[in-house]
């Protein structure tokens, strides 16, 4: 599947590319932005790559824009992928009536209930169809070293997709994220509506705080979370949770939340602490 | 004149504030930001000042979001200072029909023509209200050691304040600067609109090339432009006339034109150079 670039930033002495291809996953044509620093420009580099996955109502341009990434990832040589949070232009009834329910707020699952699952097959399009699309045509792209990290629903779409595939990611870190969403109310709607509210296995399977409880081996994670976020405060995010599930496991060693004083659940919080998940990926990452 | 503060954000191990203050200049209220680095919330800390200039269409919180001067002033120890690029509210007919006059785009000038003199005086607002203002209130803030910077509209800002106020500012840079806007199609509209056309003197007086022509004494700039800018290309911008200008006037030894292969005119290109910016400041503020 091949990518129409629609436009080439300069940013950092890398480039960020505006892309957009046709996803068979979704049916729909699909944006998403990738940041090649300098390393990825010389003839023959090669460099890994970190996927980055949005939260609720955000395109891929919110953190390319806001977050900071770049900075440190032309220092350590990361490529970037920033996609899109949901299918778009669907006209799927009710798909845009609110901000944590269709568009822009695809939660990484694969919907199973009608009529999402027409389309709404954000987990399969980042675990497999982009991935794979975006390795065969971008060669300065080492797709046998990939990480991945994200914000809010994106934080938890980080943290699902790799504890259900392991050897996929070489590490994952989050920001603020909904790491027990069978338990908060975001979490709760968004599986309801794309699974059924039946569907509790399901469910389970798209939670992290369920998943690490099945975790073989080792685990390093590294979780921030502001101490100031609302939504931490009106647990919608629950990272205490994933923590006591990891501990009875007897994973818990590695995983390293911070509670960041003060800081919100805004980018003003991710730009702050941008550098630190960059250098977390590049160590795993081997850079 | 005293502050209302609307919102407390942690940056980069600092605090952005959102205020609000009254302002006399412009006969409205007038919003902008404020980045206290952490050295300034150190009890008895007293920390140098960056007044940072927007560029049309902006208000104080484009550059808070996307500029990410924030990094280096948390490390280098500044204060920075966003404030808004025009009046807004006063109700003059035709204030908010264009992107590039009225509204957003008061070009740092205390008009002289009706009806714009009512309250677009931007020149006197930032040279002297806000920063009286600002220095009375937040004892934190060292209102002797301000440099300034600012982007195109607020780039031409920069420069023609630091040259019309010796003393004033430690130091002066600018991203992608109006440098000449009396030979240049935005600067010819607005200083039409503030001051008639027949104001040639005025015009000349808010202009950095002819500025630079008079300034005594060594002189030191920075300045950044992308060659990939399509404003450069269509010659809003004219830094080449600015430097043929101090050079004229034996000048030009100090400043540093930076042209920057490829960037555009976005806070992508500004957020890849405010570390030298702010640096650049720095060194002159004596930290």
Chains 1, 2 share one sequence.
Not at 9 to 36: C, E, R, V
């Amino acid at each position: 599947m091949s990518f129409e670039t629609t436009a080439t930033i300069a940013s950092f002495g890398g480039k960020l590319l505006k892309l957009k291809h046709q996803s068979s996953s979704t049916g729909t044509d699909m944006a998403l932005n990738l940041y090649l620093p300098p390393q990825a420009l010389k003839s023959g580099g090669k460099v890994p790559v970190l996927f980055y996955l949005s939260g609720l109502t955000c395109t891929g341009d919110n953190c390319s824009e806001k977050g900071f990434f770049q900075h440190g990832a032309s220092q350590k040589g990361l490529a970037v992928v920033y996609p899109d949070t949901s299918p778009r232009g669907l006209k799927i009834e009710g798909e845009d009536d609110a901000y944590d329910f269709g568009s822009g707020a695809g939660f990484y699952v694969d919907a199973t209930k009608e009529p999402w699952n027409k389309g709404y097959n954000m987990y399969s399009y980042i675990t497999k169809e982009l991935p794979e699309a975006l390795f065969a045509h971008f060669k300065e792209l080492d797709g046998s070293r990939v990480s991945i990290t994200g914000h809010s629903m994106g934080g938890h779409g980080a943290l699902t997709l790799f504890l259900k595939n392991p050897g996929m990611y070489k590490s994952v870190s989050a920001f603020a994220p909904i790491a027990n969403p069978i338990n908060a109310p975001w979490g709760q709607k968004a599986f309801k509506g794309y699974f059924g509210e039946d569907q509790q296995q399901r469910w389970k399977e798209h939670d992290a705080t369920e998943l690490v409880k099945q975790w073989k081996g080792p685990l390093e994670v590294l979780i921030d979370v502001g101490t100031g976020d609302n939504f931490y405060k009106q647990k919608q995010l629950l990272p205490e949770n994933f923590i006591d599930a990891a501990k009875q496991a007897g994973n818990d060693k590695g995983i390293n939340l911070r509670l960041q004083p003060d800081y919100d659940h805004s980018y003003y919080f991710m730009a702050t602490f941008a550098d630190d998940h960059v250098a977390w990926a590049a160590k795993h990452l081997g850079v």
